[in-house]
Structure formats: structure tokens, C-alpha cells
């Protein structure tokens, strides 16, 4: 069964380092996410991307966040200068079309800000 | 606005019993209403999803139940199992693709 893959699994970081987060959605699917969760916490949407542009993004996602689809397997992350605060489980997410269909999660990168 | 409000936090049930989880709406907006279920270490997988121009969707042991009116849904699992213990979160979603997710709930099933 297709399924969105993640790496790393775990990265640690010094504060004000830079980090890149990846993902490979599934092959067919158009529309490509990023959620993460503060531990304890709820999940909450960062961005969406589609056709090589954001669609929507959250008032977490400030310039300090970035994405991009550098060929058409990959999808990161990228967090310029890392915050104590940026430590969370961060989850990749895609789907084949928008609207009511449904976004497959990846099993998420653990980011640790020391 | 765009909070989902989920009850409760935790939930204990027994083998067999039925699990009961709740969230609340006040984006009239909203108009898709999956549940993901968690298991440690793994990404969110969406178990069912409703529409709001039904009022009940059943899928196996996993029940929604839609109240417009209140904005409300609810999450019931029939004959609970061990393997049912994972942590459940309701979500919405308006135009777009923005899911907006409840703040989970934690259940056990003890056999």
C-alpha cells in the first residue's frame, strides 16, 4: 500500500540552526501538506502546496518556515533559524485531489531544539 | 472561530464496551468532519469522515453521529478492543484543504 514517507525520523538542532525536513507523498497525489504537534498538544496545519505554490498557510508558518518541491519525489521543510519553541512532531501529509479527499500522514520527524 | 472542541482528554473502557467521544463546532463554515486515529510513533490515519448533509455514518464497529443544529459530532465505538487503544481526533475542514483538528483523546481499551 502507498504511503507517505519521512525523514529523519528524529533531528536534534542547536537554536538559530537551520533545518530541512523531508517528505516523499505519494506518488499520485497533487496536493502536499505540513502539520506539526507541540508534544501533549493538538495537531496544527502549517501549509498547503499545490502546482508549486502555497494555497494556504497558518499564521505559525511566518518567514522563518519555507517549502518546496525540488524535484517530483520530494517535499520539505525547510525552518531558517530554529527556535526553542519549533520543537515538535512535525507531519507530512498528501492527497490525490482537494476537498473531501482524504490526506494520508506520514508517520511524522521528531525535532528537537536544544 | 476556528477552534474544534473535543471531550474528553482520556477515556477508559472496557473490553466489549462502547467508547463515547465528543467535539464541538463554531465555524459554520466547516463542512467535512473526518476522526484520524494515532497509535505511538505513527502519523494520523483517518478512520471515517462525514458530510454535514448527514446525520449518522457508519463504518464497521465506528459510528458518527452529525447534529447541525448543536454543531456537534461524536465518535462511538462499539464492542471496544485492546487494538482500538490509539488516541482519536476529530478534525474540520472549510474551502480548502485546511484540516483543523480537535485536541485528541486518549483511549484504552483494558481487556
Known amino acids: 500500500e502507498p504511503e507517505v514517507t519521512q525523514t529523519p525520523s528524529h533531528q536534534v538542532t542547536q537554536m538559530g540552526q537551520e533545518v530541512i525536513l523531508r517528505c516523499v507523498p505519494i506518488s499520485n497525489h497533487l496536493y502536499f501538506y505540513w502539520y506539526r504537534q507541540i508534544l501533549g498538544q493538538k495537531v496544527e496545519f502549517l501549509v498547503s502546496f499545490y502546482n508549486n505554490e502555497i494555497s494556504e498557510k497558518s499564521e505559525i508558518f511566518d518567514d522563518q518556515f519555507s517549502v518546496e518541491r525540488p524535484d517530483g519525489s520530494n517535499f520539505t521543510l525547510k525552518i531558517r533559524s530554529t527556535k526553542l519553541e519549533d520543537s515538535a512532531m512535525y507531519f507530512c501529509?498528501?492527497?490525490?485531489?482537494?476537498?473531501?479527499?482524504?490526506?494520508?500522514f506520514g508517520p511524522g520527524t521528531r525535532l528537537t531544539v536544544l | 472561530q476556528q477552534q474544534v472542541k473535543q471531550s474528553p482528554q482520556s477515556l477508559i473502557v472496557q473490553k466489549g464496551g462502547i467508547s463515547i467521544i465528543n467535539c464541538a463546532y463554531e465555524?459554520?463554515?466547516?463542512?467535512?468532519f473526518p476522526w484520524y486515529q494515532q497509535f505511538p510513533g505513527k502519523g494520523p490515519a483517518l478512520l471515517i469522515a462525514?458530510?454535514?448533509?448527514?446525520s449518522e455514518k457508519k463504518e464497521g464497529r465506528f459510528t458518527i453521529s452529525f447534529n447541525k443544529s448543536a454543531k456537534q459530532f461524536s465518535l462511538h465505538i462499539m464492542d471496544s478492543q485492546p487494538g482500538d487503544s490509539a488516541t482519536y481526533f476529530c478534525a474540520a475542514k472549510a474551502a480548502g484543504n485546511k484540516l483543523t483538528f480537535g485536541g485528541g483523546t486518549r483511549v484504552l481499551v483494558k481487556p
Open positions: 462525514i458530510r454535514p448533509d448527514v
Open positions: 465555524n459554520t463554515a466547516f463542512d467535512y
Open positions: 501529509a498528501s492527497s490525490e485531489r482537494m476537498s473531501y479527499n482524504e490526506q494520508f
